[in-house]
């Protein structure tokens, strides 16, 4: 898979910098490079990016103002000299933040984070085969998307690998999600979306039943009153996803 990436800073020396950490990475495609965030406005809009290399404090606009007036097609990898941002940042999905200097081994990590989550939401056919070392993480030979078993998500500045069997439901709270998973370990805060995760997710599999819910269909056991009820957790089906729901539940009664 190759990536299309643009880089957009407003001191020269390093966008030369990170121009040459993009050509001499064999996946990434460099299709622009701009001093500013107004500079780049028209042209991001109107092409296909995947990947954006940004600077955070810029003059006229600065990135995380910027980052939220972009397709959401577009995913964003901060790059700047100020660590205050890092919050901010995974508010607006990121998917990596760089403190300035950047060396290639850093860039480079980066970088192969963004082309694992492009494989996992553009090619849910290769599933991701998982080393000791998470890191090393490669794609297998393509299957069916009903046949990924693990998907990786970032919570507390790590990648962990999430067993899509031991997963009961996702909970959105805001601009967080809990995973919840039946092995009795502490549920997992991610800083991102539901939508996000809803995108990663199998739909074979996982069904959203409301807002901030979605739940696995296999882990359901008990339905109470229009409520899916894992433990002491009651999860509510909301009206906007009941017709979906229902007709799950017609195909799987007597």
């Given at each position: 898979?190759?990536?299309?990436?643009?880089?957009?800073?407003?001191?020269?020396?390093?966008?030369?910098?990170l121009e040459s950490y993009v050509?001499?990475?064999?996946?990434?495609?460099?299709?622009?490079?701009?001093?500013?965030?107004?500079?780049?406005?028209?042209?991001?809009?109107?092409?296909?990016?995947?990947?954006?290399?940004?600077?955070?404090?810029?003059?006229?606009?600065?990135?995380?103002?910027?980052?939220?007036?972009?397709?959401?097609?577009?995913?964003?990898?901060?790059?700047?000299?100020?660590?205050?941002?890092?919050?901010?940042?995974?508010?607006?999905?990121?998917?990596?933040?760089?403190?300035?200097?950047?060396?290639?081994?850093?860039?480079?990590?980066?970088?192969?984070?963004?082309?694992?989550?492009f494989e996992i939401v553009r090619?849910?056919?290769?599933?991701?085969?998982?080393?000791?070392?998470?890191s090393q993480a490669t794609p297998?030979?393509?299957?069916?998307?009903?046949?990924?078993?693990?998907?990786?998500?970032?919570?507390?500045?790590?990648?962990?690998?999430?067993?899509?069997?031991?997963?009961?439901?996702?909970?959105?709270?805001?601009?967080?999600?809990?995973?919840?998973?039946?092995?009795?370990?502490?549920?997992?805060?991610?800083?991102?979306?539901?939508?996000?995760?809803?995108?990663?997710?199998?739909?074979?599999?996982?069904?959203?039943?409301?807002?901030?819910?979605?739940?696995?269909?296999?882990?359901?056991?008990?339905?109470?009153?229009?409520?899916?009820?894992?433990?002491?957790?009651?999860?509510?089906?909301?009206?906007?996803?009941?017709?979906?729901?229902?007709?799950?539940?017609?195909?799987?009664?007597?």
């Amino acid at each position: 898979m190759t990536l299309n990436c643009c880089i957009i800073d407003d001191e020269p020396l390093a966008l030369d910098l990170l121009e040459s950490y993009v050509l001499k990475t064999p996946f990434l495609k460099l299709t622009g490079k701009y001093l500013g965030a107004l500079q780049a406005m028209n042209e991001i809009q109107s092409s296909e990016v995947d990947l954006i290399f940004l600077d955070i404090q810029m003059h006229g606009l600065n990135g995380l103002d910027f980052s939220r007036m972009i397709s959401e097609k577009a995913r964003i990898i901060f790059t700047t000299a100020f660590n205050q941002y890092a919050l901010d940042s995974y508010k607006v999905n990121a998917l990596d933040y760089l403190l300035k200097p950047i060396s290639y081994l850093d860039f480079l990590q980066a970088a192969n984070k963004a082309l694992r989550w492009f494989e996992i939401v553009r090619r849910p056919s290769a599933p991701v085969l998982v080393s000791e070392n998470a890191s090393q993480a490669t794609p297998a030979a393509p299957a069916a998307k009903e046949e990924i078993d693990s998907i990786f998500v970032k919570s507390d500045y790590k990648l962990v690998q999430i067993k899509l069997d031991n997963i009961l439901y996702i909970e959105g709270l805001k601009d967080y999600i809990k995973i919840c998973t039946d092995d009795d370990s502490k549920p997992l805060l991610s800083l991102m979306s539901i939508k996000s995760m809803e995108e990663l997710l199998p739909s074979g599999r996982f069904m959203r039943v409301h807002r901030s819910f979605i739940v696995q269909v296999d882990k359901i056991k008990i339905i109470d009153r229009n409520r899916i009820v894992f433990g002491k957790t009651y999860i509510p089906v909301s009206d906007s996803y009941k017709k979906e729901f229902n007709a799950f539940l017609k195909d799987r009664s007597l």
